[in-house]
Every structure is written in structure tokens, then in C-alpha cells.
């Protein structure tokens, strides 16, 4: 009885104790870099299966028993952290961003698949990588965040489109940029929709309508399997934006603000007046000449006139962002809405770029088996843009050439009070040169060919979408959307009389066009998915998609006008004004689409999946309409394997995958195909003949896409690798292919599918987080990308030419056809070059001698035949594309402070620098200073020859002026701050304050203004050519982000 007393007593005293530590923890999860709190954070106690989630608010309660428990907090795109259970009763906790979790959704448009049961080639990057950074557009920020994608920022004229490559170039004629898909809907994303590109002007580009503020994640599909969805769209990659929703909670309202001011990072260093003067002058002296250059004094102020015009040219441009949403919701209805406002102004005068946005966006789930949303988007822009780059009307080709002995202003008062000679309306007139004989160039005034002149572009842009998700079953979700994408730019430019090309030719010159483009997208598809046992997961996903497409135009321009500063062009009664051109486009084209996805998952451990799309598209042949495009991707997670998780421990996850399929490419013009027919009148009778031979059996180009890689996670997930191995086999490319002169159309040729080339490549990915405590965070993720491209087919046994790149089969596209550079000879000063086969031949500019006299062997014994386009040769392996590129990005946060520093590399391209050719020229122009290092008798060890005025051949185009474009650049620094106390007492959800430098700082061996200036943009073969491009601007910000 004593036994069975104490046994009871025992038992209460043992229970009573048990109870007394079995407790409530109540606790709020935030973020960490601008303590938003974070609903459905899951929050479990380590080795059992007690959880629970926070809310709305992102708080949480949850019961523990044990006094050594350990919570552990988790959440998708933030890291996990694990705490013992707290004496007291409450824990908050604060969680880190973490790039390995962010990637563990992949949105493909149609279905979201699971990181760790991706079989794909795709990359995530988080929406707070675009909305950190203050660019003007997202494909901006893009560039060095993503393997496989190569992204060119080629001018710095802002609202300039860049030029966006995912794994290499998959056509030689069409276009090469990915599909963009918002939101589940493709957008017009054409780079350039400009008629009126005089000078390369400014183009308008669609992409920048959309704010990068409103951008919740970006991702990028780089393979067949995860790609073929989209079928005769995806050969070039496709880009999946996701934009941001509302979610459940109180209402959040966030402002974005920035202020940056931008200079040119790198302009050439031309000559001051003096050397100016002497430099000229020599040129004309070592021919025989009298002195053409002399100072003047307009203003009579007893001193020589000087300008720096590249100085009046450039200028730092000062630009503005501010933004404002406003978002929240409840368990039925959640909204996003966002208004958005920049002013940007550009490194060159007068280029400025204003536009405004505003977004909404709405869910509603009425039923638990029905929801509804819409998202609405109006953007405008007026985009004040200038003659640009390579000819005579643009800014940077006046504003490097011209004079600097000559003034701004005249006397007078004539022509805007600038100084122009009276006679020519140019720069070169008057007391500045000797014009009887020895003057060939024309100059016209830098700040008329810029305040004179106009190229502007006025966009309004429109997107909108509406869903419908059913589920009336578990598992089943059935989805219906449809969207509209419609665009109109008004473009409008005028040449005054006082710049040069058509402008000055017909006495001034008006031009405008009105693009209109109306696009809308119906999809429907149902997904499925069901296990089966709890190891079988099976999931089919089948629809159907129409898509169609108006495009319109209407151009005209008028010429010499009466009034040459007559700018208007609707006034068609004006005396004098002649119609130069007019004209109109009108297009459409349409898609009808069906496509099937099924994907089966054993116990998450082995994977398969096949995609299929079929498309018909009214822009191919009548006889291959319909393309079919097939993808097939495995994946095993060996981690999962017992073998290898008892015996690896520092691997988490280790998955090994490949993909193969076929997609294709759909850009062609909507008429291609057919053979049309053109009016003319010939012995005054009129008639039709053929202006276009069709191909009723045109068709896709297709790509077919081998994909082999792997993902690793290892030391506790703090690091992660990505690799991928790459090929790319592009078939049917689109050409123009000669015909038979028996057709009877002399000279024509038709366009068909007769083409090929490939891709093939390494990617590697690599993500970790080295230092993780409780005040300091360091992350760090850096990519690699290598390509190697060959053109394996083309119409005929000829190279497709443009300028000095070729497409030319067994070699990479774009290969530098050109004749060799041989140096400067040290005992003469002259030129040399190299033959066809080899031999060094001289060439003598000397006053005096003919022709055929000029060429000699070096050491001027014995004529020689000249040199000429024959001596060109293949520069094997040197293109205009890169064959290596990245990015490296690495962040630091202590107490609140953030550091963030993001390196771009890029590599194994060339450039023609026809910026430093023509700024070397022998003509009467400025130069740039490395002129001052020619041959003279005291400076025979140069690479600069002796100066001949007028002599064209030493500087012909050749490999003197081909240059390596390898460099690695500090894309950005940014230093913030969170301010964690103030926004605890001020209760708000973020507050941060930040600087930063954009394009900091480069190391390169290119002697131009930088190796990405492109001004060949629209052209695949001749890629690689900066002549006088707007350099890219170094910027300075200060921001500001508040939420409450």
C-alpha cells in the first residue's frame, strides 16, 4: 500500500512538471532588409511534425513541450534559420533573402513547376534585383544577373532599346530577341519600330514601357523543354515577367524615388586649337602645300577663338524616377495598384525622355472554386531624341569634327546667332581654311545639327488581361485568359538647312510616321494533377491558343521647302514644299495554337516530362502552315538515393537533367511567301510585274536544343551550383536564295528555307551564402557562360556580305572579312599592308608620283601590284560576338547597412573602331590625340604613319582598326541603409536610403569610349562596329524607398 502511494505521488509531481513546461510562444516574422512582416512563414518545431504558419501580420503561436526544442523558420526566397525555444514566451525573428530560395518557382506562363522538380534549363531572378536598381528600363538590369543571357547596352541615349541574346545568335536574317511574356500574355517586344532611323537616331523601345517597379520576378527559359510551350516562338528564349499582385493583410502603400545625375564615362580626347592648327597644317605641308588652318577672332576680343565642342555636346543629364503603389486585400479580393513617373535627361543636349504609368491589377476568388482577376496598364512617353552615331546629321559625328579654332556665336545674329559662313552655311568657310583647293569635308555646327534639328518619338501603350481559374475538382484547375497589347508611336523628325545630309541637300526636310499595332492573345488550358499511392505524382497540362496581329502605318515627308525652318509638315498648301516620299504598311497576322504538357514525379526522385505544341501561323507558305514542335526532359535527384544520402552529408541536394526538343522562330515579314506584283510604265504603257517571288513552302526556321546539366546544394544549402552543357542546332534558316534567270525576273532571288548553323556552349551558375550571422550577411552568386558558334549552310557556295563581316560557312557568324594592317615602316613613315598571300607591301603618298607608282615593297626597290578588297581575308574566330560572358554580384549587410557590388565581364569579340578611324583621318577635321604620336623624322617607332592630307588609303578600313573588346566592368556600387529602429518606432515596412554608381568603372584594352557601343544594332552579320556611337553614361543616384 506504502509502494503504491509513493507511485502516485511521484507520477502527479512527475506530470505536474512535464505540464509546467509544455508552453505558448507568440512571435512576428519580418524581413530583414525592410522588416516587412511576412505571412505564411512556416514555423515547425526541429524532429516532430508540430507546425504552424504565421499570419496576415505575419505573427505566429505556437505550443512547445520540451525545454531544448528548437524552432525552425522557413519561407520560400528566404533563407532557414533554426532558434532554441526562448526562456520567456515570445521570439521575433527576422529572416534574410536568400538566391538559392528564390529560385524555387519556375514561372513558365502556363505552369509553375517547383525548383526541385525542375528537368529545365531555366534562371529566377527576383523581382527585388530589378526594383533595387535605378534603370530606365528592366532589360537594363538584366545584364550579368543570368547565365546564358548576353545583354548589350549599345548607346547611351536613354529610352535606346538593348539588344538581348540567350545562349548565342539563332538567325542570320531575322530576328534574334527573346519572346516577352507578361503576365501570361506575349508582347509586341520588336527593338526597333522606327521608320526614320537617320543617324541612328533614337529608337523606340516597347520594352521600356514597363516598369520595373511593378516586376515581381523575371524568368528566363533557355531550353526546348521548358520553352516549347511557346513552339514557333521560343527559338531565341523566352522571358516570363511575372508583375505584382495584392495579398491578404492591411494595406501597404510603398513610394520609390531616385535622383541620378549622368556623365559620359569615356569620350575621346581631340585636339586643342593649337595642335589643331599644327597638325593640319602638316598634313598639308608633307604634301607639298601652303598652311590651311589659321586662328580667327570673330568676336575681336584680341584673342584666337576656341571651342571644345565635345564639351557643348555632352553635358551631365540629370533624371528623376518616382513611383507609388498601393496594395492589400482580404480572403476574397486582393489588389495591387501603382502609378509611375520618370524624367530623364540624357549626356547629349536636348535628348530627354519623359514618361508616366499606372498599373492595376485584381484578384478575386468569389467561391473556393472559382477566381477572377484583371490587370490593367497604360503607359505614355515623349521621348526627345537626337541625331546620332555615323552620318553627317549626327551630333556626335559633328560634334567630334568640328574645328575647335572656330566659335559658337557670331556677330550678327544670323542663323540662331550661331557662327555659319555665310555662303555654305557651314563651319569651314570664311578666314578658318584655305578653300581654293585643299579643303574636301563640309562642317556643320554641332549645337544647330542638335538645338535645329528634331527626332523625336510620342509611344502610348496599352496592356490589359483578364482570367478565369475553375477548379471544380481536386487537382483540376481549368484556366481562361485573354489579353491585348496595343501600341502607337508617332515619329517625327526634322533637318534644318544647317545640318548636314538631307537636311542641308534639300533645304530642309520633314518626315513623320504614325505606327499603329493592335495584338490580342485568347488561351485556354487545363491542369491536372494527382498522386497516386504518395510516391506517383502525375500532371497534364493541355490547351489551346489564338493570337492575332494588326499592324498599320502611315509616312510621309516633305523637302525643299520655300522656307528651309519650315518645320511643319501639315500645312500642304505651303509654297515651295515638295512631297519627297509617302507611303503606308499595312499587316496581319495570326496564330492558332494547341499544346500539351504531362510530367510524372516518382517520390520526388526520378522525373520525366514531354511537352508538345502545335502551331499554324498565316505568315508561312500555304503548304507548311502548321509546325510541330516536340520537348522531352528527364531529371534524377540522386540525393535522394540511400547510397548517397547515409554516405554524403555535405551535399543536400544534388539533381542531374537533360532536355532535347524542337521550337522555332516566326519571324518573318507577314507576306514573305507570296509572289507579288508592282505597277510601272515602260514606252509610256502601263503594266504589272513581279517585284517578289514567293515560296509557298516557306517555313519555320527551327531550332533543335540539347540541354545536359545538373543542380547541386551543398554545406547545409549555403551554396549552390548550377551547370549546363548546351547545343543548339539551327535548321531552315530563312534566306534569300538566287534564282534561275529562265524564271524571268533578272537579278531577283526568293526567300525560303535553305540555311544553317549552331550554338554550343557551357553555362555555370554558382550561389552562396559564405557568412551568415546574427549582424552580418555576406551573399554572393556569380555566372559564366561559353559559346562557341558555327554557320554550317547557307543558300549557295557565296558568303552573305555586310561591310567587313561575312556569313560564311565553317565559321562563326559575323567573321571579320578584311584586309591586314602591317604597321608603319620606321624609315620612311608610310603604311603597310599585307597580301593575300602574305607579302608586305608599302604604299607612298608622296606628291608626284602615279599610281602605279605608289606600291612598293618595303624597302621601296621594286614595284608592286596594290593592294585591294582581293588581300581580304577571314580572321578566323574573330566576330563581333562575344564567346564569353557574366556577371559576378555580391552583397553585404551589418545592422542595417547594405553593400552591394555587381561586376560584368564579357569577352572574345571585337569591335571596327570607326570612331578612332575616322578621328584619324587625313582629311581637313579634328583628330583625336594620338594623331600628335605620327611618324616624324624624330618619331620613326609608331604605329602612326606620316600625315598626307587627302590620303585615304593609309586609314582604310583594315585590322589597324580592329580592336579586342574584352573588358570587365563594375556595373554597379550601392550603399544603403534600413534605418531598423526608425521603422520599428514609426511602425512602417520598409524605410531605405541608398547611393549608388552605375557603370563605375571598366578595365579594357579598347581605346574607344566603350566596347559595347554597337551602332550596327538591327544587323546580325555586321555586329561589332561603334563609328562615333553616344558612349554610355556614368551615373550617380541617391533613393529612397518607404512603406507603410
Known amino acids: 500500500m506504502k509502494r503504491m502511494i509513493l507511485l502516485i505521488f511521484f507520477s502527479v509531481m512527475l506530470c505536474g512538471q512535464l505540464l509546467a513546461q509544455s508552453r505558448i510562444i507568440t512571435g512576428k516574422v519580418t524581413d530583414a532588409k525592410d522588416g516587412a512582416p511576412l505571412p505564411g512563414v512556416t514555423v515547425s518545431i526541429r524532429g516532430t511534425s508540430k507546425g504552424t504558419i504565421t499570419n496576415a501580420n505575419g505573427e505566429y503561436r505556437i505550443e512547445i513541450t520540451r525545454p531544448n ?38 514561372v513558365t506562363g502556363y505552369v509553375d513547376i517547383k525548383r526541385k522538380d525542375a528537368t529545365v534549363a531555366a534562371t529566377t531572378i527576383g523581382g527585388d534585383k530589378i526594383n533595387d536598381k535605378p534603370v530606365q528600363s528592366f532589360d537594363q538590369a538584366l545584364d550579368g544577373l543570368a547565365a546564358g543571357v548576353n545583354v548589350n547596352v549599345t548607346s547611351g541615349i536613354v529610352g535606346d532599346a538593348v539588344t538581348i541574346r540567350i545562349r548565342g545568335v539563332n538567325s542570320i536574317s531575322n530576328a534574334t530577341a527573346p519572346l516577352i511574356v507578361l503576365d501570361g500574355i506575349p508582347l509586341i517586344s520588336g527593338t526597333n519600330l522606327n521608320v526614320f532611323n537617320s543617324g541612328n537616331g533614337t ?10 517597379n511593378d516586376i515581381e520576378s523575371i524568368n528566363v527559359l533557355k531550353d526546348a523543354a521548358a520553352a516549347a510551350l511557346y513552339g514557333s516562338r521560343a527559338a531565341n528564349g523566352v522571358i516570363v515577367i511575372t508583375t505584382k499582385r495584392g495579398k491578404k493583410g492591411t494595406v501597404a502603400v510603398t513610394y520609390n524615388g531616385d535622383f541620378n545625375w549622368a556623365k559620359a564615362a569615356r569620350l575621346p580626347k581631340v585636339l586643342n586649337g593649337e595642335d589643331f592648327t599644327a597638325i ?72 530627354r525622355l519623359r514618361r508616366g504609368s499606372v498599373r492595376i491589377n485584381l484578384d478575386v476568388t468569389p467561391k473556393t472554386w472559382l477566381k477572377v482577376g484583371v490587370s490593367l496598364y497604360s503607359s505614355k512617353g515623349v521621348n526627345n531624341g537626337v541625331l546620332s552615331d555615323g552620318l553627317l546629321a549626327g551630333a556626335t559625328f559633328a560634334g567630334y569634327n568640328a574645328p575647335p579654332n572656330v566659335p559658337i556665336y557670331n556677330n550678327t545674329g544670323l542663323y540662331g546667332g550661331y557662327y555659319l559662313s555665310a555662303a555654305n552655311r557651314d563651319l569651314a568657310d570664311g578666314n578658318n581654311v584655305n578653300v581654293a583647293t585643299n579643303r574636301l569635308n563640309r562642317f556643320f555646327h554641332p549645337l544647330t545639327t542638335v538645338y535645329m534639328g528634331r527626332n523625336d518619338n510620342i509611344s502610348n501603350r496599352t496592356m490589359g488581361n483578364i482570367y478565369g481559374e475553375l477548379s471544380p475538382i481536386k487537382g483540376l484547375k481549368i484556366t481562361s485568359r485573354f489579353g491585348v497589347d496595343f501600341i502607337q508611336n508617332f515619329e517625327d523628325q526634322y533637318s534644318g538647312p544647317d545640318q548636314a545630309g538631307n537636311g542641308f541637300g534639300l533645304n530642309g526636310l520633314v518626315q513623320e510616321n504614325l505606327l499603329r499595332i493592335n495584338q490580342w492573345n485568347w488561351s485556354n488550358f487545363a491542369t491536372y494533377t494527382r498522386t497516386f499511392n504518395q510516391a506517383h505524382t502525375v500532371a497534364l497540362t493541355a490547351g489551346m491558343e489564338y493570337q492575332y496581329s494588326k499592324r ?62 502545335a502551331d499554324a501561323y498565316s505568315g508561312f507558305g500555304i503548304n507548311n502552315r502548321r509546325g510541330y514542335f516536340p520537348g522531352v526532359s528527364a531529371g534524377w535527384r540522386i540525393s535522394e538515393e540511400s547510397f548517397f544520402r547515409d554516405n554524403i552529408k555535405a551535399i543536400n541536394d544534388f539533381k542531374v537533367r537533360a532536355s532535347y526538343g524542337l521550337v522555332g522562330s516566326s519571324e518573318v515579314g507577314a507576306y514573305a511567301w507570296r509572289t ?59 534566306l534569300a536564295a538566287p534564282v534561275l534567270r529562265t524564271v524571268g525576273v533578272p537579278g531577283s532571288s526568293v526567300t525560303t528555307n535553305i540555311g544553317a548553323m549552331y550554338n554550343r556552349g557551357f553555362e555555370l551558375t554558382v550561389i552562396a551564402n559564405p557568412i551568415s550571422k546574427k549582424d552580418f550577411n555576406w551573399t554572393t552568386s556569380t555566372n559564366f557562360t561559353i559559346l562557341k558558334n558555327r554557320v554550317t549552310k547557307l543558300a549557295d557556295e ?98 542595417g547597412i547594405e553593400l552591394g557590388i555587381t561586376l560584368q565581364y564579357s569577352g572574345g569579340n ?34 602612326t604613319p606620316k600625315l598626307f592630307l587627302r590620303d585615304n588609303i593609309t586609314t582604310q578600313t583594315s585590322t589597324r582598326w580592329l580592336e579586342s573588346a574584352d573588358y570587365l566592368r563594375v556595373q554597379e556600387i550601392m550603399l544603403a541603409y534600413l534605418f531598423p529602429n526608425v521603422k520599428q518606432k514609426l511602425n512602417m515596412t520598409a524605410l531605405r536610403v541608398f547611393a549608388s554608381v552605375n557603370n563605375a568603372a571598366i578595365i579594357t584594352g579598347y581605346s574607344g569610349a566603350d566596347p559595347e557601343i554597337n551602332t550596327n544594332r538591327q544587323a546580325n552579320v555586321a555586329f561589332g562596329v561603334d563609328s562615333r556611337g553616344v558612349p554610355l553614361p556614368r551615373t550617380f543616384t541617391l533613393g529612397l524607398r518607404a512603406g507603410f
Not at 528566404?78 to 532558434?83: A, I, L, M
Not at 528623376?320 to 502609378?339: I, L, M, P, R, T
Open 69 to 106: 526544442d528548437v524552432l525552425v523558420y522557413s519561407f520560400i526566397g528566404y533563407g532557414n534559420v533554426e532558434f532554441p525555444a526562448p526562456a520567456g514566451n515570445s521570439r521575433d525573428v527576422q529572416l534574410n533573402t536568400d538566391d538559392k530560395t528564390l529560385q524555387e518557382v519556375i
Open 280 to 351: 593640319q597644317n602638316e598634313k598639308a605641308a608633307n604634301l607639298g602645300l601652303a598652311p590651311i588652318a589659321v586662328d580667327i577672332d570673330v568676336n575681336n576680343d584680341g584673342k584666337p577663338d576656341r571651342t571644345d565642342w565635345i564639351k557643348e555636346v555632352f553635358k551631365t543629364g540629370f533624371a528623376q524616377n518616382h513611383g507609388v503603389s498601393v496594395s492589400g486585400g482580404n480572403e476574397k479580393a486582393q489588389y495591387y495598384g501603382a502609378f509611375d513617373y520618370a524624367d530623364l535627361n540624357g549626356i547629349v543636349i536636348t535628348n
Open 552 to 613: 498599320t502605318e502611315l509616312y510621309t515627308g516633305q523637302g525643299n521647302l520655300a522656307d528651309g525652318y519650315f518645320t511643319s509638315i501639315y500645312d500642304g498648301l505651303y509654297a515651295g514644299t515638295t512631297n519627297t516620299f509617302s507611303g503606308g504598311v499595312a499587316r496581319a497576322d495570326a496564330f492558332d495554337s494547341y499544346f500539351a504538357r504531362l510530367t510524372y514525379n516518382y517520390l520526388s526522385k526520378y522525373y520525366i516530362e514531354g511537352v508538345f505544341r
Open 676 to 734: 507579288l506584283y508592282g505597277g510601272g510604265q515602260y514606252a509610256d504603257v502601263n503594266g504589272l510585274s513581279v517585284s517578289q517571288i514567293g515560296d509557298p513552302n516557306l517555313k519555320w526556321e527551327t531550332s533543335k536544343k540539347l540541354d545536359i546539366g545538373f543542380d547541386m546544394s551543398l554545406l547545409n544549402n549555403r551554396l549552390g551550383i548550377t551547370f549546363d552543357y548546351f547545343n543548339n542546332d539551327v535548321d531552315n534558316l530563312i
Open 798 to 895: 557565296n558568303d552573305i556580305v555586310s561591310g567587313s563581316s561575312r556569313a560564311s560557312v565553317g565559321k562563326p557568324l559575323g567573321v571579320f572579312y578584311m584586309i591586314r594592317w602591317a604597321g608603319v615602316n620606321p624609315t620612311t613613315g608610310y603604311g603597310q599592308f599585307l597580301a593575300k598571300d602574305g607579302t608586305v607591301k608599302m604604299y607612298n603618298p608622296s606628291p608626284g608620283l602615279a599610281t602605279a607608282d605608289r606600291w612598293t615593297t618595303p624597302d621601296g626597290s621594286a614595284k608592286v601590284t596594290a593592294i585591294t578588297g582581293a588581300d581580304a581575308v577571314y580572321l578566323d574566330d574573330k566576330t563581333g560576338y562575344p564567346t564569353w560572358y557574366g556577371g559576378w554580384t555580391n552583397t553585404f549587410s551589418y545592422k
Open 910 to 943: 571585337y569591335v571596327i573602331n570607326a570612331t578612332r578611324q575616322g578621328m584619324m583621318t587625313n582629311f581637313f577635321q579634328n583628330n583625336i590625340e594620338e594623331i600628335k604620336g605620327r611618324w616624324t623624322p624624330t618619331n620613326t617607332n609608331t604605329i
Open 203 to 212: 529608337r523606340f523601345n516597347p520594352l521600356a514601357d514597363i516598369n520595373p
